[in-house]
């Protein structure tokens, strides 16, 4: 950065804090910076129109605007504009809410000093750019934006936070492989990140479709770090993908694509090392596929390579539907600490794929009446009740919902805001934003998807006293039970099902308690607490194990 001026907009109404700011950032030699000063943010919005700002400095108390007000003008006008937060009030809760909104830093006047001011200079230029391109991806934002909320409430070390925000590998490939008709080659991009490996192990799902980029992969490892952290399981979080859309391939087009795949990634990924398991758009016949292909390779079988493989080859009892059913266990959870009796709650699914299905099969069973559901091709809709397994059975014959005789059709928008006691979120990220969540009308909100509600949203549905069962916490009922398969593997044992079901609502409920305990004491709402939960642990542990060399 020594051979680059970096050109930074100073909005500030105090002569005497202008002239600190401006000397502090002179002071600091890593920096080679153009101070550009503004008085007031009328003046600071007009030279921002004029361009050429490559990050702002921004006090929030001027003359023409007061607190988070001047935040929300300023990142209207200049929204990939990094702003770093420059003010007199130590207020913990305006911190985090400014981080929330955008804010890529957030520094009290009071304990400014030139270190500080050029470590937070340099990273937020450092995050603006790595956001471009493949980093560019809102999954990556919010992955960041949640964490950025968490840390600012714990005061969480510099250090550690700058360490946390980005993964700690990742391999991004492009590969071919053959259609059946052998004239034509694809070359599809595929990735492969570990986020944190610190914690043991590496462990993530692998994910195929046509919109998989790297900033979603690295959005999906971060999640699984949280997750495994707040489950006390002793690995790191990775992901993997493929951008390629399944659903257009023959199954020895898939099997082609799945080992070149595999050997792409081969020298990532191992039992000791980062063990994929299936996620979108993959299941366990994919994974039985990663499995051989890495095993060729080494010569022997190394059935732990992977978990969510068949029963037959090493899998465990229980994975398939351990999403759907620890997102129930998270959901009866959280009626009981609400108040709500299950027994003839109307309950909406969105999503009927592997986890959305068994959400509803065992929200069913628990005695819920599932009103609506839905998957990419159709929704629908019956007051008197959905019978889930029929419905089931039609997917089984007819691949999607559409069509089925006995229901209303009804659009997605329509399905999120069905009044209802429970709505499972089981299909793709940001579904409940700010432009619909004050019309999701339903008591407990439990996410069984990756970044199914945004921020803003969150913070509608927390003042509506929606009880959200945050995603990191409701959907890590697979990853507890991959962790059960991998350790089986490692041991060569087998667990029974009633066993495997057991330790698995054992360990989801304490994470629940833990969650809600920590929200209660701190006066967090749930998913900020269970981000803090799993925080926690991965500092602990990087504290302990210290810096190499």
Known sequence: MADQTVKVLLVEDNPLHMKLVERLIDSEPQLQ???????????????????????????????????????????????????????????????????????????????????????A??????????????????????????????????????????RLLFPQRTQVVSFPFFRDDRSQVETVFGYRVQHVLTMGPTKGGVRYH?????????????????????????FGGAKG???????????????????????????????????????????????????????????????????????VLGGSLGRREATGRGLVYMIEAAARHSGLDLQGAPAVVQGFGNVGSYTAKFLEEAGAKIVAVSDVSAGLYNPKGLPVQALMDYVAEHRVLKGYPEADAITNAELLETKCDVLALAALQNQVTAEN?????????????????????????????????????????????????????????????????????????????????RAASDGLDMRTAALVEGVQRVTDAKLLRGLFP
């Open 121 to 162: 200079i340099r990273y937020s230029l450092a995050r603006a750019r790595a956001r471009t391109a493949e980093w560019d991806s809102p999954m990556f934002r919010l992955a960041q934006q949640q964490f950025l909320k968490a840390a600012q409430i714990m005061e969480l070390d510099d250090n550690i936070r700058q």
């Open 437 to 517: 969540a004050d019309r999701v009308d339903c008591k407990i909100l439990a996410e069984g998807a990756n970044g199914p509600t945004t921020l803003e949203a969150d913070e509608i549905l927390n003042e509506k006293g929606t009880m959200i069962v945050p995603d990191v916490l409701g959907n890590a009922g697979g990853v507890t039970v991959s962790y059960f398969e991998w350790v089986q593997g490692t041991q060569n044992l087998t667990w029974k099902l009633d066993e495997i079901n057991g330790r698995l609502r054992e360990i989801m409920l304490s994470a629940f308690e833990r969650t809600v305990a």
């Open 210 to 234: 046509e919109d998989v980029d790297l900033g979603e992969v690295a959005a999906l490892a971060t999640w699984m770090t949280w997750k495994c952290a707040l489950m006390n399981l002793p």
């Open 241 to 311: 993908g493929v951008r390629v859309d399944p659903t257009g391939l023959s199954r020895h087009e898939l099997q082609r694509l799945t080992r070149r795949y595999t050997t792409e990634i081969i020298d990532m990924i191992g039992p000791d090392k980062d063990i994929p398991a299936p996620d979108m758009g993959t299941n366990e016949q994919v994974m039985a596929w990663m499995m051989d292909t890495y095993s060729q390779q080494a010569g022997y079988s190394v059935p732990t390579v992977v978990t969510g493989k068949p029963v």
């Open 33 to 119: 910076c153009s101070v550009d000063p503004a008085a007031n943010l009328a003046d600071g919005l007009a030279r921002l129109a004029s361009g050429g700002i490559d990050l702002v400095l921004l006090d929030l108390v001027l003359p023409d605007s007061q607190e988070l007000e001047t935040l929300f003008r300023l990142r209207a006008a200049a929204p990939d504009t990094p702003v770093v937060i420059l003010t007199a009030m130590d207020d913990l809760k305006l911190a985090a809410n400014a981080v929330e909104a955008g804010a890529s830093d957030f520094l009290v006047k009071s304990n400014l000093n030139a270190v500080a001011l050029g470590r």
